[in-house]
């Protein structure tokens, strides 16, 4: 009976068979969770860097893909053990990075504040601003804390979606995305107006992140049948050993009697994602299309702070205001994954679907050409994030769905991740390079951009046809 009701209920918003309820609904808890840890804190890690100094942000884009470089390796290897449930990788992911929001909360607060104690006031201790006056403190902790963040946004959403691809067939996931992709939307909004409300508070909201992040992980267990999964993949395990001359064998002694091997074997499993992508042509495309998005969406990120920066010098206010931008897109991308996102995949497909966001970046890049000013600025990132999550983001994911657990598991992350980054560290560079031509004006910048949207579309273009061949194959393929 109660499922009935909540199938009604979610039939006003998507088409959801009743054996999809469950992971559907910890699905959209979970990411609803994640999105909510991370927005609270975004408003204060875009205000530590932009703190900075907006000509410091290449160097932290830089930083980030050293530090993503580092990490990705180790999430695959998280997420691909066999004798770890998926959903237990999940939790531990989850609660390492909660852990890591105590640790910068203390780092804000207990040491230095500590430090600190003779200026600093009871009225003042949660406000960030008093610290411009403490050079290499404020540098270095402001810096981590930026980098650390969008190392977590990264992988904590990639580790979802991989596990969302692994339990959802091509099919499910054209039906179910945008609905997914709307608890993610509402933890944004969630997020954003918790930030607005409690900016006063600053690194307290650190504490409230931490919280989410523990409301997330325990969302994750239920997603999916680990047991399932895990027979799935272990017997999958077994057939390519067999297949392999005396190959399960082999390995077993050698594991058994020498820690040196099997270390050596650990390692080369940690880059097994990287050796996975370039064995793929279609996994290729994938990582052409995530770089190409990343790299024109740096350009519109590093216009976006020098806005914000130009228009507002309170650090309090900067993370009012960024707040309260991210809550109001939020709200129509929650409407449109709601409303939206099922039928316009369904109708237009998939190839469509990911052809939208480049051409909605090029026509927005040619209007900040023609008018580079703040309104242009920030109605071009509203737009372009909306196309992103009710279209064109939903589809990247269903991308994943004709994909092998292992491609899943272990490419996905290091797509996800290590080439989100370097599409940073590349549109970081070459905004570097152009920092005379800022002075102009952004029209350069965008001018500079639209060649890299038409290689964009090019490449959308391509891979959905790949991804409805690969989905049919799968339709027609006995089971």
């Given at each position: 009976m109660a499922n009935a009701y909540i199938e009604a209920i979610l039939g006003k918003f998507v088409h959801v068979h009743q054996s999809e309820i469950r992971p559907l609904l910890h699905a959209f808890s979970a990411f609803f969770f994640l999105l909510s840890a991370y927005f609270v804190v975004l408003p204060l890690r875009d205000e530590a860097a932009i703190s900075l100094g907006t000509s410091a942000l290449p160097m932290l884009f830089l930083a980030s893909l050293v530090l993503t470089m580092l990490a990705a390796p180790a999430s695959s290897y998280l997420l691909s053990y066999p004798h770890l449930p998926k959903g237990r990788a999940l939790v531990l992911l989850y609660r390492f990075f909660g852990g890591s929001l105590i640790f910068f909360f203390l780092l804000y607060v207990k040491r230095v504040l500590h430090s600190l104690r003779p200026k600093l006031t009871a009225k003042n201790a949660f406000n960030l601003s008093v610290w411009q006056d403490f050079s290499w403190i404020f540098t270095v902790v402001r810096a981590s804390f930026f980098l650390w963040i969008a190392l977590l946004n990264l992988f904590t959403i990639s580790a979802m979606w991989a596990r969302v691809t692994d339990i959802m067939s091509s099919e499910a996931g054209t039906r179910l995305f945008g609905f997914v992709g709307a608890g993610a939307t509402l933890g944004q909004l969630i997020g954003s107006l918790l930030a607005v409300a409690m900016a006063h508070l600053g690194p307290v909201l650190l504490l409230v992140s931490a919280l989410m992040m523990e409301l997330a992980a325990r969302c994750a267990l239920s997603v999916g049948d680990d047991d399932l999964n895990q027979?799935?993949?272990?017997?999958?395990?077994?057939?390519?050993?067999?297949?392999?001359?005396?190959?399960?064998?082999?390995?077993?002694?050698?594991?058994?009697?020498?820690?040196?091997?099997?270390?050596?074997?650990?390692?080369?499993?940690?880059?097994?994602?990287?050796?996975?992508?370039?064995?793929?042509?279609?996994?290729?495309?994938?990582?052409?299309?995530?770089?190409?998005?990343?790299?024109?969406?740096?350009?519109?990120?590093?216009?976006?702070?020098?806005?914000?920066?130009?228009?507002?010098?309170?650090?309090?206010?900067?993370?009012?205001?960024?707040?309260?931008?991210?809550?109001?897109?939020?709200?129509?991308?929650?409407?449109?994954?709601?409303?939206?996102?099922?039928?316009?995949?369904?109708?237009?497909?998939?190839?469509?679907?990911?052809?939208?966001?480049?051409?909605?970046?090029?026509?927005?890049?040619?209007?900040?050409?023609?008018?580079?000013?703040?309104?242009?600025?920030?109605?071009?990132?509203?737009?372009?994030?909306?196309?992103?999550?009710?279209?064109?983001?939903?589809?990247?994911?269903?991308?994943?769905?004709?994909?092998?657990?292992?491609?899943?598991?272990?490419?996905?992350?290091?797509?996800?991740?290590?080439?989100?980054?370097?599409?940073?560290a590349a549109a970081a560079g070459v905004y570097k390079m152009m920092e005379g031509l800022l002075l102009e004006g952004p029209s350069a910048v965008a001018i500079s951009a639209l060649p890299i949207c038409v290689g964009w579309l090019w490449v959308a273009v391509s891979l959905g046809r790949r991804q409805a061949t690969l989905a049919k194959m799968l339709e027609t393929t006995p089971r």
């Open positions: 027979s799935s993949v272990l017997r999958l395990k077994r057939d390519e050993c067999a297949s392999d001359e005396g190959g399960l064998t082999h390995s077993g002694s050698i594991e058994q009697n020498s820690p040196k091997p099997r270390l050596v074997n650990k390692l080369v499993a940690m880059l097994e994602g990287l050796r996975l992508i370039v064995a793929s042509t279609y996994l290729l495309h994938i990582c052409a299309f995530l770089w190409l998005s990343a790299v024109v969406s740096s350009f519109f990120y590093f216009e976006k702070s020098a806005v914000v920066a130009g228009i507002v010098h309170d650090p309090l206010g900067r993370r009012i205001l960024l707040a309260e931008i991210n809550s109001l897109t939020a709200v129509f991308i929650l409407i449109g994954q709601l409303t939206m996102t099922g039928r316009l995949l369904t109708w237009f497909g998939i190839p469509v679907a990911l052809c939208a966001l480049p051409m909605v970046a090029f026509l927005n890049l040619t209007a900040l050409a023609a008018s580079p000013s703040s309104a242009v600025v920030a109605i071009s990132e509203a737009t372009r994030k909306v196309i992103n999550y009710v279209v064109t983001r939903p589809a990247r994911e269903i991308l994943f769905t004709v994909t092998t657990p292992e491609e899943k598991y272990k490419a996905k992350v290091c797509i996800d991740t290590l080439v989100q980054r370097l599409g940073d």
